[in-house]
């Protein structure tokens, strides 16, 4: 098992930045790739970043590309989501995510495990 534990989520204004970070642990030799999804009020989960276990790929939704950065921090144990010009469409709660196996980045139902998210809020 691997347990995923995300932080650094909090009410903010456009424009703002904010850096979620999430703490992983246990059986991560399994690991391939991690990355962030987000949801949404009445929205379905939606692909953020992601990022191969070694750092050395990363991929980005269209709505983030140049505003956010996933990267990881191995001497910590952490995934990394560091995100600038905040916009009021961003509000969600943000998971972090891990998978053992290939396929699409983007799609949520190959990932394997989640931690319990983060809210994000921004206001206009």
């Known amino acids: 098992q691997v347990q995923l534990v995300e932080s650094g989520g909090g009410l903010v204004q456009a424009g703002d930045s904010l850096r979620l970070s999430c703490e992983f642990s246990g059986r991560t030799v399994s690991i391939i790739a991690m990355g962030w999804f987000r949801q949404g009020p009445g929205k379905e989960r939606d692909f953020v970043a992601a990022?191969?276990?070694?750092?050395?790929?990363?991929w980005y939704g269209e709505s983030v590309k140049g505003r956010f950065t996933i990267s990881k921090d191995h001497a910590r144990n952490t995934l990394i989501l560091q995100m600038i010009s905040l916009k009021p469409e961003d509000t969600a709660v943000y998971y972090c995510a891990a998978r053992s196996s290939l396929g699409k980045v983007a799609n949520a139902r190959e990932y394997d495990y989640w931690g319990q998210g983060a809210q994000v809020t921004v206001s206009s």
């Open positions: 990022i191969t276990w070694s750092g050395d790929k990363t």
